[in-house]
């Protein structure tokens, strides 16, 4: 079998900007979320493609958080890098900023992980090349990159938890600190 080749993390390194048009805002005049969700999946797809030299698919989204509003007008970039590799999945890290062009300002709106996996003509999971890591930074994203991995399938295994309640009885008690109403005819 023909020996896959390994790649510098450098080389698929991708950056995306995109102005911020009035077609992209929400109703209270600030960019929707779906919109920087999309231009993230771009990018992620763009550099996990580039490191796979396949076609990649999103698995998973980790730690999308909007920690401040992206206003029209500004200059959104996103910078994308593969931070770790299994067999034939890729975590891709993001690092979203959004430029203010007139003050020249730039806030920085979120980071993220998106999971890819690189898939061959059959569809099938494809295996991609190692990741060859030059510089210590790498070598620390790889290893973020090696517990995120472990810490999402802890998660995921918890959150299958989540739906084993049956019993609902002692509801009443459970819940009287919280802000909802029972049924009328709740009775216990
Ligand atoms: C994700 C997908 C490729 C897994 O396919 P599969 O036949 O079950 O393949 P495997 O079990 O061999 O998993 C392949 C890889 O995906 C990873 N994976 C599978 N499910 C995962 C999950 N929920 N989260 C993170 N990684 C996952 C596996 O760990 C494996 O990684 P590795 O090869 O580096 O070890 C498949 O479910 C799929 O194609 N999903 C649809 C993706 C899509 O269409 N996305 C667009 C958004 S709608």
Redesign the pocket.
């Known amino acids: 079998m023909a020996q896959i080749p390994s790649r510098p993390v450098r080389e698929s390194r991708t950056v995306i900007t995109e102005l911020m048009i009035p077609s992209y805002a929400n109703f209270g005049g600030k960019i929707h979320g779906g919109i920087l969700l999309s231009l993230m999946d771009k990018v992620a797809y763009a550099c996990a493609s580039r490191h796979a030299g396949s076609y990649c ?4 989204v980790d730690r999308v958080e909007f920690l401040q509003p992206v206003e029209v007008g500004e200059l959104v970039s996103l910078m994308a890098s593969v931070n770790y ?5 890729m975590i891709v890290g993001i690092r979203v900023e959004s430029q203010n062009v007139k003050t020249g300002e730039i806030k920085h709106t979120n980071s993220c992980f998106f ?1 890819m ?1 690189a ?1 061959g003509e059959d569809n ?2 494809l295996t991609v090349p190692k990741l060859v890591l030059e510089n210590s930074e790498d070598v620390k994203r790889f290893i973020e990159g090696m517990r995120l991995k472990d810490l ?1 399938k802890q998660v ?1 295994d918890q959150m299958d938890d989540i739906h084993t309640v049956k019993d609902f009885s002692g509801a009443s008690e459970l819940l009287r600190n919280e802000r909802c109403i029972l049924p009328a005819n709740w009775n216990n």
């Open positions: 698919v999103t698995v998973s590799v299994g067999n034939s999945s999971t996996v898939k099938r999971p999402r995921r």
